[in-house]
């Protein structure tokens, strides 16, 4: 699913991130399915099991708006 090694990943905020995939709408969609399936199991921390959770929104350009909307766009996806 992440194997395109011209996707770049950000933090934005404290528990906020992006990643920015190349390619159509559905190479992002798959690269969404891919984070969401690590989220699956749960992480074992300092020797106990910690259930993670994630919300993913996608927005793509330029269907989805103009390149400086995008971020904003994806956010109002992911709620």
Do not use: W
Not at 49 to 76: D, E, F, W
């Amino acid at each position: 699913h992440l194997q395109d090694r011209r996707a770049v990943a950000a933090r934005i905020a404290a528990d906020e991130f992006a990643l920015l995939v190349p390619g159509e709408l559905e190479a992002g969609r798959s690269a969404a399915e891919g984070i969401e399936s690590l989220f699956e199991q749960p992480f074992s921390v300092a020797g106990r099991q910690a259930k993670l959770t994630c919300s993913i929104g996608i927005a793509a350009y330029p269907q989805h708006g103009s390149r400086p909307r995008l971020l904003a766009n994806a956010v109002m996806a992911m709620r």
